[in-house]
């Protein structure tokens, strides 16, 4: 996941940028540390989170005795090349046919190989930039450095001429700040990021993880104004309201695999957010703004999917 540094440049100066991530690694890490939870509406109860963990093993032991757990297995390891245009009149010129592949929930740990899968999917695609919305391990818990190798095998696939930038979601670790040189991906933390093209801008701004790391830097950073084009990256649905009112243009997120597990397409048994179904997976509109919320390449839970086919997703921006 190469980055040019020509190609992008952060609106905080290094010292700022330095200093504003020590303050943030000190306050996630006694989140991550004491298990505290907190959304944006106040602290967040984790009792629902120990009941799901109860039900998904009855529900594996169900799947397996009645023979679908091999087929939820095999249709998790089949990834989906997600191509869509995105209509935006206020784009810059420079970035008409301007190639986004959008990845979340890779989740990489959870299938034995799983890496070696995304790049059969992604080594002949063409993009610009690469932007990851979250969630790179299976567990909430526990060192990213087990997963570093996987991530490296698969960031030598990404090459992105603009750049990878990545938020972190609810199962990620602020201790991944320490590998971003490694992992060959630049986290976005409650900060913004220039992308310079043929002189023309665009600004993409990311946030920590809402779900359960929220903290106010994570508003303060989408109130960046004087852009024509703003693109927002956030693990979840959950800032859109304030995104859409501070005049991004485009919202990415994941998180909630779509479902994953599905009645039939479209209807999840739980999707993980209660911001509205509208949310669950594909495009939606939020005032003049349009986000996506992706399927997620990987699996988290179980290793199943059903109904729920997993996806990279590559956007095209056009004007
Ligand atoms: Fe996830």
């Avoid at 979250?134 to 570093?148: M, P």
């Avoid at 243009?249 to 209807?267: A, F, N, R, S």
């Avoid at 349009?290 to 199943?304: D, E």
Wanted: net charge positive.
């Amino acid at each position: 996941m190469a980055n040019s540094p020509c190609m992008h440049q952060f609106l905080d100066p290094p010292d700022i940028r330095k200093e504003k991530r020590l303050i943030w690694a000190a306050t996630r890490s006694v989140f991550e540390n004491v298990g505290f939870a907190h959304k944006r509406s106040g602290k967040k109860s984790r009792s629902h989170w120990n009941l799901f963990i109860r039900l998904l093993g009855v529900f594996a032991f169900l799947l397996k005795i009645t023979g679908y757990y091999h087929n939820g297995y095999a249709n998790a390891k089949t990834i989906h090349v997600n191509e869509i245009s995105l209509k935006f009149p206020n784009l810059p010129a420079a970035f008409n046919g301007f190639r986004i592949l959008h990845l979340s929930d890779l989740h990489i740990d959870s299938i034995p190989g799983f890496a070696s899968l995304i790049i059969h999917k992604i080594k002949d695609l063409k993009f610009d930039i690469c932007l990851l919305t979250g969630d790179y391990r299976r567990d909430i818990s526990g060192s990213f450095s087990r997963i570093l190798k996987p991530v490296m095998i698969l960031s030598k696939y990404i090459q992105a001429h603009y750049g990878t930038f990545a938020v972190l979601g609810n199962h990620d670790t602020y201790l991944m700040a320490q590998y971003e040189r490694e992992s060959g991906m630049q986290l976005l933390i409650n900060e913004s990021v220039e992308i310079i093209k043929d002189g023309q801008k665009l600004l993409i701004t990311g946030t920590d993880d809402p779900f359960n790391f929220f903290t106010e830097p994570a508003l303060l950073c989408l109130g960046t104004r004087g852009y024509d084009f703003k693109i927002a990256m956030v693990h979840t649905s959950e800032l859109a309201g304030v995104a859409s009112e501070n005049k991004y243009d485009l919202y990415l997120c994941g998180h909630t695999h779509g479902g994953q597990i599905c009645l039939k397409e479209g209807m999840p048994l739980i999707s993980h957010q209660f911001e509205g179904k509208q949310y669950n997976q594909g495009t939606w509109r939020v005032g003049n703004m349009t986000g996506f919320t992706s399927k997620g390449a990987g699996v988290s839970g179980l290793p199943v999917r059903f109904n729920c086919q997993a996806e990279v997703t590559l956007i095209n921006l056009v004007i």
